[in-house]
């Protein structure tokens, strides 16, 4: 009689193995550590080589028509390489392959996305939400995740990519894998990412930030701040994980939208062929950046062939570019293309920054990094004001003038607290050089 129980018992525990796989092999949500120093110093040329391989760049002559694609389920646990972008955890090389870009139009993902029917799509473009966080800031980003699905994701399910110098805690995790309606997945910032290069004189760059502490400079005494400034400004989208994506919505804690938001913003923008966007602008703190304009000419005396033609430099610059105006677009909104980040113009541009070492002998933000970025190199016309997404970070609101847009769109932000016509803000400016005209009620907004 004892052998018939054994082979039950040994079946009991085989059934049990594989309810425990299945469980761990579903997981809502992927974890993906940094690789070593090393690594990235040797790998990213590689890397950048086989992208620029499988992944078509912006168009900077003609809108682009997108391909209509759909998102995936929740992420699983599972290893992502560092050095092969384009190829899909689980995935042969071949059906990698069959996801390469067509001209003008980013890879495709799997259909199929729960949500899609409320706005009669099918389909979704390669894209994602990205965080730059801390353990601590969990409840904070929670009300930013809160308010974007409740005005737009739900609609859409997109990803969202967290990333961290530390590893995320799994309070963490567990919450914000609760709130995202897309995949959620956590990254590691590498060390060398997250730190003083080489060529810095740490004794010299100490000195600075005590003396910015001296001069009550926002964050000027802050080394932390400096990290996260260099890493949004050259270093984000290198992640393991944004190498899989083409289009990306930084979004920052405590932040609100008080818009419905009916559209596929990344799909207006890869249709429309623009490759980075704002809903606020403003002029930067002068102490902040006093060289970073030296440096930007050395840029551009070095690559005049990374300058295009029709340029915003008159948004930039008061003297034809002699000079900067510190106008700069906010960055802790921006939906933007990963392809022009990744390019040439642009690396070619953050490492001269980089090089002239003024993230930390001063305070340079990546604010004005990505705007006089897209100011310059970008076609003017390629920069997008959303002014239908209204928003909020502290301290300034963006609130749409235009009282029908506001009505349309289910808005409960308060007009009076639009920031566009604020004497601070740069906005009015990008209007009079992008030749628009200003809406109706805006020369009541104004603080003249």
Known sequence: ?????????????????????????????????????????????????????????????????????????????????????????????????????????????????????????????????????????????????????????????????????????????????????????????????????????????????KEMAEQEVIYGDSISYRHMCRYESG???????????????????????YCDINYDTFEYMANHNKAYSFVISLFEYEKTIPTIWDSTKTFMNKHPEHLAANNAIDWLSEDGGETYNRCHFWSNFEIGNLNWLRSDAYIDFFNQLDKDGGFFYERWGDAPVHSIAAGLLLDKKQIHFFNDIAYYHVPFT??????????????????????????YSCTGRFYDTMNWTKPEGYDSQTDD
């Open 1 to 209: 009689m004892a052998g018939p129980r054994y082979v039950r018992y040994i079946a009991f525990a085989l059934f049990c193995l594989i309810i425990v796989y299945f469980i761990s092999s579903s997981s809502p949500r992927q974890d993906v550590g940094a690789p070593g120093i090393t690594d990235y110093k040797n790998s990213f040329k590689n890397i950048q080589d086989k992208f620029r391989s499988t992944h078509t760049p912006i168009d900077t002559t003609k809108a682009g028509a997108a391909d209509e694609a759909g998102a995936s389920e929740k992420s699983e646990e599972k290893p992502v390489s560092s050095n092969l972008p384009n190829e899909k955890d689980g995935k042969s090389t071949s059906e990698a392959e069959k996801n390469k870009p067509t001209q003008g139009k980013p890879p495709m993902k799997k259909p199929g996305s729960k949500g899609d029917e409320d706005l009669g799509a099918s389909s979704k473009m390669n894209a994602t939400f990205v965080t730059l966080a801390r353990n601590s800031d969990v409840w904070e980003i929670s009300k930013s995740i809160r308010t974007i699905e409740d005005r737009f994701n739900r609609k859409f399910n997109y990803d969202w990519v967290f990333l961290n110098d530390k590893p995320f805690d799994e309070q963490f995790k567990k919450v914000t894998t609760a709130l995202v309606s897309g995949k959620t997945r956590y990254g590691l910032i590498p060390e060398a990412h997250w730190s003083f290069p080489e060529w810095i004189d740490t004794d010299k760059a100490a000195q600075v930030r």
């Open 235 to 257: 270093f984000f989208f290198r992640h393991p994980l944004m190498l899989e994506y083409e289009w990306y919505w930084r979004v920052e804690p405590s932040v609100e939208l």
């Open 398 to 423: 963006h609130c749409p003038t235009e009282e029908k847009v506001r009505l349309d769109n289910k808005c409960h932000c308060e007009p009076d607290k639009n920031f566009d016509w604020n004497g």
